[in-house]
């Protein structure tokens, strides 16, 4: 049976994960003769604090701004070594920010909880390879993975952003080609969320239109196939635009 992928959506959960180091171009290798039961495999993962810092520091940047709690973390009781450097520079973070809620919990306790938490919108700064998998746990408890947008983001050494790339996180779909059902959300969305990292009012703007008309849009039964809906690609795209220029039109007047 088709569930509405809106209706029980109350805040907003954001996943802020590193886009470089960790378990991602790790150095792997065997030992021992192959297939044998003495044959072993390593590797070697590496993360900066520099890197951790500027995560961290995004996190709470965005949880102030969105009116959020930091929540989550890595498994630092199994690794303090290595996954407790990240929680060093969540807790030195929220020493900076006393004005942002902040609930540090395991990893896997952050997926159990994710599950049964509801109200409250959440950051979630993550190592590479948890963000990885969270970031996709969560575009499900929407209904779809096209159901946002992701961003690599680069930051200065005093944590103030430099650029933005944003695109969708669900990368191509070869099959669905030509074939009108593919479900444009995430494009659109990552159009919106660039625009909101631009100083002018009209960017920003525009960018509040688009999300808010997306939303609405799959609330009011506008839902792609993946969404258990009927809606084409070109119909879905077109009541997002329809619905973009009603409200511009409308803001505009007020002003």
Not at 2 to 12: F, L, Q, T
Not at 120 to 148: E, H, K, T, W, Y
Request: glycine residues 8%; negative net charge; proline residues 6%.
């Amino acid at each position: 049976p088709r569930v509405r992928p809106i209706g029980g959506v109350h805040s907003p959960i954001s996943v802020v994960r590193m886009a470089v180091g960790d378990a991602y171009g790790a150095a792997e290798w065997r030992e021992g003769e192959p297939g044998s039961l003495d044959e072993t495999a390593s590797r070697t993962e590496l993360i900066s604090r520099r890197v951790c810092r500027a995560v961290v520091e995004y996190a709470f940047q965005h949880a102030r701004r969105t009116g959020a709690r930091v929540f989550g973390g890595p498994k630092y009781t199994v690794s303090p070594v290595y996954e407790g450097m990240f929680k060093e520079e969540m807790d030195a973070a929220a020493a900076r920010y006393p004005d942002v809620p902040y609930k540090p919990q395991l990893i896997d306790a952050t997926f159990a909880l994710l599950l049964a938490t509801s109200g409250n919108p959440l950051v979630i700064p993550a190592l590479n390879r948890d963000g990885d998998l969270l970031s996709d746990m969560v575009l499900q408890m929407f209904g779809s993975i096209a159901g946002s947008e992701s961003l690599v983001i680069a930051m200065d050494e005093e944590g103030k952003v430099q650029a933005v790339m944003a695109e969708a996180p669900h990368g191509t779909a070869p099959n669905l080609e030509g074939k009108n059902v593919a479900n444009p959300m995430a494009m659109i969305l990552a159009g919106a969320s660039l625009l909101s990292h631009i100083e002018s009012n009209d960017a920003r703007l525009a960018s509040r239109a688009i999300y808010e008309s997306t939303l609405e849009a799959v609330y009011d039964g506008f839902a792609t196939a993946d969404l258990g809906g009927p809606t084409r690609t070109d119909e879905f795209t077109g009541e997002v635009i329809r619905r973009v220029r009603t409200k511009i039109e409308i803001w505009s007047s007020l002003t």
